[in-house]
């Protein structure tokens, strides 16, 4: 084996050149690779969405009206995997999401996000709309009896399939970059 490295040392010391264009080709190599290493971890942190609810008041022909709207902050759209709605330990989806509310609340409309949906870089989706009515809570109330009795799931994904999880509770992304 030791032939091999004195064949080797003896070729490097007899071709300077030749080894330095060699060792020179290898760092360039190296430094692409890095570099488009970089450039994708940074396309796939110029798409990721990031869904936030936020709640609004909203007048209408004199009534007013508490909004729960689910808002894209992020930067790219967020395609919607699964929605629902948790409350006493369990999971409500769909038709069953709907009636959760309409049960409890009156005057209320509700709209449910569907799988395969998407909701577009800086766009805003109404999830919530209460009548407020002059005797019954007021906005703070409602926000608080919203928070505490009920949590918002929504698992959501880059188009570059990042995945997260946003919940009325904690936000989490689900895989690193």
């Avoid at 064949?7 to 488009?36: D, E, K, R």
Wanted: charged share 20%; with cysteine; net charge negative.
């Amino acid at each position: 084996m030791t032939e091999y490295w004195t064949l080797f040392y003896s070729w490097i010391v007899s071709n300077p050149a030749a080894a330095t264009g060699i060792f020179i080709s290898i760092v360039a190599l190296a430094a692409t690779i890095f570099l488009a290493h970089a450039a994708r971890v940074q396309n796939k942190q110029s798409v990721r969405p990031f869904l936030n609810a936020l709640f609004e008041l909203a007048s209408e022909n004199g009534h007013d009206f508490v909004e729960l709207w689910l808002s894209n902050v992020g930067l790219g759209p967020a395609l919607i995997d699964d929605f629902a709605i948790h409350h006493a330990g369990k999971a409500y989806r769909g038709d069953a999401a709907l009636n959760l509310f309409t049960e409890v609340l009156e005057d209320c409309t509700v709209f449910v996000l569907k799988p395969n949906g998407a909701i577009a870089a800086g766009e805003k989706h109404m999830l919530l709309r209460i009548k407020v009515h002059k005797d019954g809570l007021a906005m703070d109330e409602i926000q608080d009896f919203l928070n505490s009795e009920y949590e918002l799931i929504v698992n959501y994904r880059s188009f570059m399939n990042q995945k997260a999880r946003y919940s009325s509770k904690n936000h989490e992304f689900l895989l690193p970059l």
